[in-house]
């Protein structure tokens, strides 16, 4: 009832269910893995699992009243929390929790959805917890007894965005657990929790989904239609989430011929045409970015797929198929596996806060070198 609503991550929720059966809660669990995989539809589950009056062979019964609530996001005893930006006015956030429960692979954050009265559009504002919020407000939800539930739940989202305050003040309340409660870390950069709060964790590791998984969902919960639904599987690199916007999205026709756009200014090579398009592109934020490079991969896959003509069925952007193969026959000496590679170095640094617009200069030259043959075309060796 609760478990099967998470797509695919069947070791996952095998063990969580054993854990459920057993009785041997953890007072702490970090779920990590990358974005859109089901980390939070896992907490929710367990959340739900935990507080369940009639608990069935490791699943919540979907019936009870706590069940009810749970499914609503209405619990009492289950805190849901999250950073924010500086200025995020406190209202914010409740409709972002509840747009959540109805449906865990939402895209509801601060960075990548700064409105919720719009679709994504990406800010490049830092969101974080701040030292308050946990000694005030989270503080005080898990130190009340308990409302109705068997235990206190406190999930907490991108839980990596702790700043050095306020990780401490959460690791003491990490360290002076309350009866039957229970934290709930979610991240997708484990790397970047404090080794002293990890230890306190049990870790759960969550996958990128694969292609079948996320197109069965995308036809299943969006009513997508099958062929359209492969394809933003394979666009979406794992990840339901992203399927899903790309899903709701008008703007991926938009997005592809800026990145088309992109590689035939970048092969020109001219700097008064290259500056302003990299002004454009990082001025709509990182995660715009980001989005941007992963369609760009789609593209470079294809290109490889069609310049090695051994599964020209597997190409994503079936109706590029014209203008992607005319790119392989004029640029037959482009180095496409180096060009994947620039694309991914970039991403890869974009992710860990480098600068967009150097970052896209930067592979603008790697490309342009790559599609002319060039065998050390590399983006360490030109940001270096
Ligand atoms: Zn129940």
Redesign the pocket.
Known sequence: ?SWNTIVGQERAKHALKQTLLSGRIAHAYVFHGPDGVGKRAAAFALG??L?????RDGD?????????K?QKGLHPDIHVWMPTTKDAPHTDIAPRLQALAENPYGTVDFQSRPSMSSEATSSNKQVFYSVDTINLEIRRALSFHRVEGKYRVGIFLDADQFRTEAANAFLKLLEEPGEKTVFILITNRIDHLLPTILSRCQQMRFDPLSVDEIAGALVEREHQDPTTASVLARMADGSLSRAMVLSGSEELPLVREDVMDFLRQSYLGRGDVIIPLVDAMSSRGREHTKFLLLICLGLLRDLMLIADANSPELIVNVDQADVLTKFVTNLSDARIPEMIEAVEQTSYLIERNVNVRLALISLSRVLAAAMRGDRNAKVTTSLA
């Not at 919540?60 to 009810?68: R, Y």
């Open positions: 009832m739900k699992a507080q369940c009056e009639e608990l919540a019964c979907g019936v009870c009243g706590p069940c009810l749970s």
